[in-house]
């Protein structure tokens, strides 16, 4: 039994976690989950919760319940569970006390009645048709695109998943504009043989189910652990100093990254700290007007109107009994910057330090052989002639 990710089809083995047996990982960092409560029992003293968070490919994940006295169940096992007219096969990822928190954080109704059952264990020929349904979903998205393409729909279909029974398979699609897939549906049955269904998705999820590497060099952070997609606006670059450079800022879906909200909060906090930017600084020598900031150093840089390319770094203490003293219409003489002047070092010549002679030595010598060698054939032609 291997991963649903990293299975290797030779002798079932992971090829990539190498742990000879289900994934103890939860699924090759593909939105895992510490249970740091897989010890604790419920607080009402009623033995093991009776649910279990069972996921599916591409972190698809859903709750089912089970009975408890008569099954154990630990993260990392492959197990059936019931489907719509049929069952699939899923790895659970989680399981204890931490699944009534997951249920109580999205906000289901403890109802396990409404939730799927856990129908047993999967077993080696359950595991056999769930390889075989998954190595039909590589050839059966590129024809499907084939299909999407004759019938001049404007969609692009991301990703398919083959139900563990094959009695029917999910097509995840994206388009920018509502499409009418009603003769898509009809051909697909009639390819595949089997009930269709379709489900549209954003860009950030396909990017999440695809995978792949971020500019920061690490997996992206949608197809790792982060599920909450929040909106993302270019109000969020201006707040951290950022150039609005489409290409930098945006991620492989094609949208604004959802980091750029990771540390939001903390800059608008440092932020009220700073004057209006728009405000000038009125001086004998004239006005100046607003370059730069470092938000952490507190350090703001202004130019005088006449001299754009000259920055003057100032602290945020300074900038601010300039402006309270231009509101009481009194002028500074000029600003005073608080860096040090660093003059540039004049690098050291050459040391010998370990004996060694200069690198251009070896030219010397060939100069000096050179040097004997013409010495000695004019010494030869004067004998010569002389002769």
């Not at 010890?39 to 009402?44: G, L, V």
């Not at 201006?238 to 290409?247: D, I, K, T, V």
């Not at 010998?352 to 070896?362: K, M, T």
Request: net charge positive; aromatic share 8%.
């Amino acid at each position: 039994m291997a991963c649903a990710t990293c299975g290797n089809k030779g002798n079932g083995v992971p090829a990539g976690c190498k742990s000879n047996g289900s994934c103890g990982n939860g699924g090759c960092d593909k939105l895992t989950v510490f249970n740091w409560l897989s010890n604790m029992d419920q607080a009402d003293g009623k033995g093991t919760y009776p649910a279990v968070e069972v996921r599916f490919k591409n972190g698809r994940k859903e709750f089912f319940n089970f009975d408890t006295e008569k099954t154990t169940l630990f993260e990392g096992e492959a197990v059936v569970v019931e489907a719509s007219k049929g069952f699939d096969i899923g790895i659970v990822s989680l399981s204890g006390e931490l699944v009534r928190l997951q249920i109580q954080k999205k906000q289901l109704v403890q109802n396990f009645e409404a939730f799927g059952k856990v129908l047993r264990k999967a077993d080696q020929n359950d595991l056999a048709l769930w390889e075989k349904g998954k190595a039909k979903e590589a050839q059966t998205m590129v024809q499907s695109r084939e299909i999407a393409r004759d019938l001049g729909l404007a969609m692009k279909i991301s990703d398919v998943e083959y139900q563990a029974d094959q009695s029917k398979v999910i097509f995840y699609y994206t388009a920018e504009e509502r499409v009418d897939f009603r003769e898509l549906i009809r051909k697909l049955a009639d390819t595949f043989k089997t009930r269709i269904e379709m489900k549209q998705i954003g860009m950030r999820q396909e990017a999440g189910r695809l995978g792949g590497l971020g500019s920061c060099g690490r997996e992206l952070c949608c197809s790792t652990w982060l599920t909450d997609f929040r909106s993302v606006s270019t109000s969020a670059a201006r707040y951290q100093q950022l150039s609005l450079n489409p290409s930098k800022l945006a991620g492989q879906c094609g949208k604004l990254k959802c980091c750029l909200n990771y540390e939001l909060d903390l800059y608008v906090e440092e932020l009220k700290e700073f004057p209006d930017t728009k405000k000038k600084l009125k001086t004998e020598k004239g006005n100046a007007f607003f370059q730069k900031m470092d938000i952490f150093k507190k350090r703001m840089w202004y130019s005088y109107s006449d001299q754009p390319n000259e920055f003057i770094e100032m602290s945020l203490e300074q900038v601010k009994t300039i402006i309270s003293s231009n509101k009481k219409g009194e002028k500074v003489l000029a600003l005073r910057s608080e860096s040090k002047t660093v003059e540039a070092e004049q690098p050291d010549d050459y040391a010998n330090v370990v004996g060694q002679d200069s690198l251009n030595r070896f030219d010397h010598l060939k100069g000096k052989k050179n040097k004997r060698r013409s010495s000695k054939k004019r010494r030869k032609s004067r004998s010569q002639k002389e002769k």
